[in-house]
Structure formats: structure tokens, C-alpha cells
């Protein structure tokens, strides 16, 4: 039996993960973190409440991170350095904050996981816009979020971009660098456009352009509880990790 903490429970997809967890067989929510924790009346009387960092006292074996991009460095290393495996669904870490945090796992002998997405849909066009990008090397990323999104561009955009940019020929793309705040943010050379609109959950499209021709690859998260399909793997697996890995699709 896994005893999980859930950072982040009062949130729309901390919620979510409360739910997934109280229905696995195999897994106990001990303790939930969340600024409105200990006045919630939304958990089960045996589940402690912290609303603050400095007040988590528990015995855990997973710690399920959604809570902001300010918190989540923090959460992660307070998490490794007590001993509790993280399964990290917030964004806005760094490419610098994450291989701190990887140092400590490794120092502390523990595994987890820092996923971009759970969405299955959003790790497979990941994947696609890689192989893509052998023979499309010119590329553009747009992505589409909620109006409450703290971050942007998101991290599922960032990582997309990187892979482009790691798997093309640079030698055969006619991208170059544009100073134009229309063209997006610029990832490794590859433009990314922000989104953020009432009504919509996640998505996120890929446009290769080429002589000729265009390829566009696309994603659509309807729902946050399609992301939970990505979280029970992530549970299913965080045992048997012996690092902190980055990306749902090296435990798929």
C-alpha cells in the first residue's frame, strides 16, 4: 500500500488526483498540502491537512505535486530530502532547477518523475513532432491553455520545442533568429505561441512547413481528468525508479 501526499489537493487538478487515488486498490492518501487545506471539509477525517510547507509532518511514500510554478522547486526538494518519492505534474521548473533536484535524488538514492504532461495524447505528439522533425526541420509550436494558467509558455510547448530542435538538421532549416515579438518566444530557434482563453482545457499543435508541403500534428485535452490516465502510471511505476526521470514517456 503507497501512502500518498497531494500537494496542490484543493486545486482543479489536485482534486482530480484525490479522486484517482481514493479509488487505487493499492494506494492510501495520508496528507494533503494546500493553502485551504485545514478548513476544507473535502477530505476524509484521517487525511492531515497542512496548508503550509513548514508544517508537513508525515510518513509518505509519494508526494503528487499541482500547485504553482513559485512553489514547486521547493515542494520537489523538501519532498527528496524527506524521503518521499515526487510525482511532479507542475510546471515552471528550469532546465537548471531540474538537474539540482536530479543531483539530490541521486545523492538520496530515490526515484520520480517530473512530467511536462500526463496527457497520453500530448506525450505521443511529443514523440511525433521528434521523429517530424528529422524531415521537417522548420517548425512552429502554438499552444492553448485556460485563462488561469500561471505560466506560458507551458513546459509541454518548451520540451516540444527542445526535441525539434535536438532531432533536426539544422543545416537544412531556413529558420533563423526573428526579433519580432508576433513570431513567439524563441526555444532553441523554434517560435512558440502562448494561448490563454476561457473555454479551453490544453491542446497544442505543431506546424512543420516544407518545400511544398506542411505537416501539422495536434493534441486536444478536453477534460483534466484525462491527464489522470498519466498520473496512475506514473503511480504504477514511482517504486520501481531508482532516479528522477523527466517525462511521462520514459516510464510508458
Given at each position: 500500500?503507497?501512502?500518498?501526499?497531494?500537494?496542490?489537493?484543493?486545486?482543479?487538478?489536485?482534486?482530480?488526483?484525490?479522486?484517482?487515488?481514493?479509488?487505487?486498490?493499492?494506494?492510501?492518501?495520508v496528507a494533503v498540502l494546500a493553502p485551504t487545506a485545514s478548513s476544507s471539509s473535502d477530505f476524509k477525517p484521517?487525511?492531515?491537512?497542512?496548508?503550509?510547507?513548514?508544517?508537513?509532518?508525515?510518513?509518505?511514500?509519494?508526494?503528487?505535486?499541482?500547485?504553482?510554478?513559485?512553489?514547486?522547486?521547493?515542494?520537489?526538494?523538501?519532498?527528496?530530502?524527506?524521503?518521499?518519492?515526487?510525482?511532479?505534474?507542475?510546471?515552471?521548473?528550469?532546465?537548471?532547477?531540474?538537474?539540482?533536484?536530479?543531483?539530490?535524488?541521486?545523492?538520496?538514492?530515490?526515484?520520480?518523475?517530473?512530467?511536462?504532461?500526463?496527457?497520453?495524447?500530448?506525450v505521443l505528439l511529443m514523440k511525433f513532432a521528434q521523429e517530424a522533425a528529422r524531415y521537417f526541420p522548420d517548425?512552429?509550436?502554438?499552444?492553448?491553455?485556460?485563462?488561469?494558467?500561471?505560466?506560458?509558455?507551458?513546459?509541454?510547448?518548451?520540451?516540444?520545442?527542445?526535441?525539434?530542435?535536438?532531432?533536426?538538421?539544422?543545416?537544412?532549416?531556413?529558420?533563423?533568429?526573428?526579433?519580432?515579438?508576433?513570431?513567439?518566444?524563441?526555444?532553441?530557434?523554434?517560435?512558440?505561441?502562448?494561448?490563454?482563453?476561457?473555454?479551453?482545457?490544453?491542446?497544442?499543435?505543431?506546424?512543420?512547413?516544407?518545400?511544398?508541403?506542411?505537416?501539422?500534428?495536434?493534441?486536444d485535452s478536453f477534460s483534466r481528468s484525462s491527464f489522470m490516465q498519466g498520473v496512475k502510471v506514473a503511480l504504477?511505476?514511482?517504486?520501481?525508479?531508482?532516479?528522477?526521470?523527466?517525462?511521462?514517456?520514459?516510464?510508458?
Amino acid at each position: 500500500m503507497k501512502k500518498i501526499l497531494i500537494a496542490g489537493a484543493t486545486g482543479s487538478m489536485g482534486r482530480q488526483a484525490v479522486q484517482l487515488v481514493e479509488k487505487l486498490p493499492d494506494c492510501q492518501l495520508v496528507a494533503v498540502l494546500a493553502p485551504t487545506a485545514s478548513s476544507s471539509s473535502d477530505f476524509k477525517p484521517d487525511v492531515k491537512r497542512f496548508d503550509n510547507l513548514a508544517m508537513v509532518d508525515v510518513a509518505a511514500d509519494v508526494w503528487i505535486d499541482f500547485t504553482t510554478p513559485q512553489a514547486v522547486y521547493e515542494n520537489t526538494e523538501f519532498a527528496l530530502k524527506h524521503h518521499i518519492r515526487p510525482i511532479i505534474g507542475t510546471s515552471g521548473l528550469t532546465t537548471e532547477q531540474t538537474e539540482k533536484l536530479q543531483a539530490i535524488a541521486q545523492k538520496e538514492k530515490l526515484g520520480g518523475i517530473i512530467a511536462p504532461n500526463f496527457g497520453l495524447s500530448a506525450v505521443l505528439l511529443m514523440k511525433f513532432a521528434q521523429e517530424a522533425a528529422r524531415y521537417f526541420p522548420d517548425a512552429e509550436v502554438i499552444e492553448i491553455h485556460h485563462a488561469d494558467k500561471k505560466d506560458a509558455p507551458s513546459a509541454t510547448a518548451i520540451t516540444t520545442a527542445k526535441l525539434i530542435a535536438a532531432n533536426r538538421n539544422s543545416e537544412n532549416c531556413s529558420q533563423t533568429a526573428n526579433d519580432s515579438q508576433a513570431r513567439g518566444a524563441d526555444y532553441d530557434g523554434v517560435p512558440v505561441h502562448s494561448v490563454r482563453l476561457p473555454g479551453y482545457i490544453a491542446h497544442e499543435q505543431v506546424l512543420f512547413g516544407g518545400p511544398g508541403e506542411a505537416l501539422t500534428i495536434r493534441q486536444d485535452s478536453f477534460s483534466r481528468s484525462s491527464f489522470m490516465q498519466g498520473v496512475k502510471v506514473a503511480l504504477d511505476q514511482i517504486m520501481n525508479l531508482s532516479e528522477l526521470v523527466v517525462g511521462l514517456d520514459q516510464i510508458l
